[in-house]
């Protein structure tokens, strides 16, 4: 269980609710997480997490899509179950495929592979990547 | 220096030489970086992680700078010096503007961040997500 | 379940009770967890673990709170399960605070995303740091 | 050298000289680090990720010095080089000794091993911590 | 549950079948682990990991328990609890005894702690490790 | 530069003399590696540390050659550079070969990948592999 336990939208100080409301309307859902539940106990952090999340997956010079697989090719590469999880629904509601999710995790193995060759045989930056 | 050292062209087995010409053939270079002369002390594996990278790195259902931005995600995440260089490089040469390098990197830095809030107060995965 | 099993107090040889009941007599308490109960197929690991952390953890230059709460940082970092679970009520034990407990997460979320920054914009250290 | 350089106070945008000049505010300090400067070139990454940290390591229900060394050792876990370098720096100016630094550098080499020990043996959570 | 649900042999195409055949005739066993029949929905990432995976694997330079040993002590530093399920059943079958097990975690545990004590004193390279 | 510098055996106390003086005679060497030099200014954590990697590395159920190679993988995975370059080393002052280090770094590489697969896909663990 959440380490503070869930804080549900009838048991939130209106501070918490106007978050609760202001994801629920930017995502277009009429439920929240527990992602955010749990960090309802800190809500400065709540506040801040969010506001920053939201900014941040904003479509701009990169569209939604791309920024929910990126979210989703670092949870896998960290191991956060939760992240993962959560992160695959976001995907899947952006418009991703089950070809698109094999891709991106084909991508993301390789990834994790080569950065330990490319540490575990002590390779050197090339010059030409220096600038 | 790379523990085996790095095998110039010159040097290198048919082999090897035969993999060097696909890896500038594919890619539209008259070079090769630090990471397969490193790599070619190992024919097989050399072999074997290049086709596998070819074949991963192709455009499919995602496209080829979507896939550059996921490895440099991932190498980011790591950590991984020689791969945020050379794929920092490789993402741009297919493409990527400065405004969507500093996207990406936003949306590493968040997810790192909310991973770690996800674990730190042991979130359980919703049922919904679990489907 | 643990790879090995866990080895209860009553069915552990007279090395391994030692060892169990230093835990106890150190840290107040009148059970042992599963994490030294899983150790304790390898006793001369047990042993130099537990030696270990009773003496890290024990109060010298840093409170045992501060230690507690490093720890817990530590395990939230490399989303250990185990770990934030066992740590958390380790650190609550020493007086971590709900509120201390949210700063924690906070600080440990900020410097994950931070990392990530420094490595994906590959930032030189500066001079200034290097003394 | 940073990905996209580094940007310079004589250099920058207004927007980002009154980022500079907070942080200098704040930490009474008259020089900006590579961090900020390489965050630059994304106005809006360096103006969110500074007002989370200056808000997040502000002292609160934890002291200033406590969330520095909070900070570096999750810097520490994650190998990033640029990170241990600057909050090392940072952490004693918020007053760390050296036996400070030697007994966080212990606790975050512990707190490594044993997650390790956890993941490797299985082990599961003990009811008691569930709660 | 596995994001794309795992596919039985019963419910497989020709080509996944054969890959499923060859891990079986392989392994000398007569079932198929979940991981990989939850990457059967991409036939071309299930062939191609098997067979970088049965290449690997084989004994060559490293006999057949060595390389199962090595599997085990990166997803142990990894914290990939599938991983280190089914590595350890892997390592078991191809020799591991209990005593090997619990040698191979302390280093595991031991390297995960150098690594941080190394990287947390920035602790430089030496020379004569450069050659 | 290590953070607190290195310490030579010429500067060192007494108790420091004895645990750089049982390092070379156990290694069989006639010089310390700054490993050991920057831990040199926490005597505690430096006869600690030795003591615990002396007991561990020491030849037992695993041969020496293996846990150097363990421990080397666990580098590479964690890109520890510090610890990839001396522990290629000591695994090649203990015997292993270029084709050895190679199938390792090939074992490493596709672990890494396969850890992130699982994690990525959600790969529940196999009942099988409970026991």
């Known amino acids: 269980m959440a380490t503070l336990g869930l804080i549900e939208y009838i048991d939130a100080s209106p501070e918490v609710r106007a978050v609760y409301e202001d994801i629920m309307a ?7 997480n527990n992602f955010w539940k749990a960090l309802a106990h800190d809500p400065a952090t ?17 569209d939604a899509l791309t920024k929910e697989m990126i979210y989703l090719a670092v949870s896998a590469t960290n191991l956060c179950a939760y992240c993962v999880a959560s992160h695959t629904a976001a995907a899947r509601k952006a418009g991703m495929t089950d070809a698109q ?31």
């Open 101 to 131: 999710l094999a891709e991106l995790m084909a991508v993301v193995g390789m990834a994790n592979e080569s950065n330990r060759l490319a540490g575990g045989y002590q390779v050197e930056i090339d010059d030409r990547f220096k600038t």
């Open 26 to 32: 930017t995502r277009k859902t009429d439920w929240i």
């Open 46 to 62: 709540l506040r801040r997490t969010w506001e920053s999340i939201k900014t941040i997956m904003a479509p701009g010079a990169l």
